[in-house]
């Protein structure tokens, strides 16, 4: 079973934080679509089966499109590829797009999984980040989603800005659980460089995030969401029993997935691609017939190091049996020698290798002390 990915790259206004690929002008928006219809025709080989278990519709902000535009995509997906009975059907929605119309009009495309980015509870960080939404839509929109069906919600939400201290982001946690979703994805702020709080930060007019409060908010989100029965399946994400994302599960579980869209990444098990960053750039690619992604065959060396990068984020682990198969003897014994070296930050069970605590807190660092140069 494998997944697609669509990327629509327009948003109504740049949040201050985003490093994602998107535009705010929708002037090129009939030239992507065609473009991203294009590219499924041209790629409706790519997987290795047409059966689809997941759609996800990210970005940017999908949640703008109309509902003729995202029919088009779904109509035309169809002509390919077949829904397995139980497809997770995912859009990414913003809290001021969500409303009674929509969200009937996305029920009837078969859209069944919404995730909205709630980011944060609080108008001031909210305005500060340059969301196009206050708390109370946020709080609304969740509502109304529900009252209106959808059994499949997650929010997005942000901790380590300056606006979040422990107790704060406790409340947080409360207002978040009180929603009643059944996923919610929590990430560390990150400053990235070419953002407008990357350039801010550059110039010292806004602090760099404390790596020692957000370690803590970490921990807090944690435990707290562990008491409402949610499963930490992947550091940043928690689902309840039986709503894991498919999609997203697929992705950390290296199954075979296709991007669409500019910027979109795709993965077949022995390369991936990556769609050219620009809207234009991809309009008029597709548009010529010229290359509209980059390629990159893996070598065993990157397989494993993507295997150990994404794995060890969840609770899936490394498997040593697993690592024997897919990357030989030679690796596995590469991967045993650091992992015990580094012991204190695993849970070993029945040779499964997974992070604990204080081995989530510095993931990154532990998967590329493992990795293979
Ligand atoms: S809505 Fe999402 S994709 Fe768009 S700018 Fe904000 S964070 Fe980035």
Same mark, same amino acid.
Request: glycine residues 8%.
């Given at each position: 079973m494998s997944g697609i990915y669509i990327h629509?790259? &327009? +948003?109504r206004k740049a949040c201050s934080y985003c490093d994602f690929h998107f535009s705010?002008?929708?002037?090129?928006k009939t030239n992507v679509l065609n473009a991203i219809l294009k590219e499924i025709t041209l790629r409706?080989?790519?997987?290795?089966?047409?059966?689809?278990?997941s759609i996800y519709f990210g970005?940017?902000?999908?949640?703008?499109?109309?509902e003729q535009d995202l029919g088009l995509i779904i109509n035309h997906l169809s002509k390919y590829f077949f829904w397995q009975k139980k497809i997770e059907i995912t859009l990414e929605a913003n809290p001021d797009d969500i409303s009674p119309l929509k969200l009937k009009q996305w029920t009837s495309l078969g859209i069944n999984r919404l995730s909205i980015?709630?980011?944060?509870?609080n108008d001031e960080e909210l305005k500060w980040m340059n969301r196009a939404h206050n708390s109370s839509e946020s709080i609304s929109s969740v509502k109304i989603a529900q009252d209106l069906g959808f059994d499949n919600i997650s929010i997005d939400l942000i901790y380590g800005?300056?606006?979040?201290?422990i107790s704060s982001w406790d409340l947080t946690l409360q207002q978040a659980i009180s929603l009643n979703t059944q996923h919610i994805s929590s990430y560390n702020l990150t400053i990235e460089k070419s953002t407008a709080l990357g350039l801010k930060n550059n110039r010292g007019l806004e602090p760099s995030v404390c790596d020692d409060l957000s370690s803590q908010q970490f921990l807090l989100l944690s435990e707290k969401l562990g008491q409402a029965d &949610?499963?930490?399946?992947e550091i940043s994400n928690f689902g309840k029993k039986?709503?894991?994302a498919v999609h997203n599960t697929n992705y950390w579980l290296q199954k075979n997935y296709m991007g669409i869209g500019p910027s979109a990444h795709s993965f077949n098990g022995f390369s991936r691609q990556w769609n050219l960053k620009n809207n234009l750039f991809y309009v008029n690619a597709l548009k010529n017939n010229t290359d509209f992604f980059v390629l990159e065959n893996l070598s065993l060396k990157n397989r494993y190091n993507e295997y150990v990068l994404t794995r060890?984020?969840?609770?899936?682990? +490394?498997?040593e049996i697993e690592i024997n198969q897919l990357f030989g003897l030679d690796i596995l014994a590469h991967f045993k020698k650091v992992a015990t070296e580094k012991k204190e930050f695993f849970e070993i069970k029945k040779n499964i290798y997974t992070l604990n605590k204080s081995g989530q807190l510095q993931a990154d660092g532990i998967a590329s002390d493992l990795f293979l140069l």
């Open positions: 629509i790259p &327009f +948003c705010t002008s929708l002037n090129e409706k080989k790519y997987l290795s089966t047409n059966q689809l278990d970005g940017g902000t999908p949640s703008i499109l109309s980015g709630v980011q944060s509870f800005s300056k606006f979040q201290t &949610f499963i930490q399946y039986d709503f894991f060890l984020r969840t609770i899936w682990g +490394c498997n």
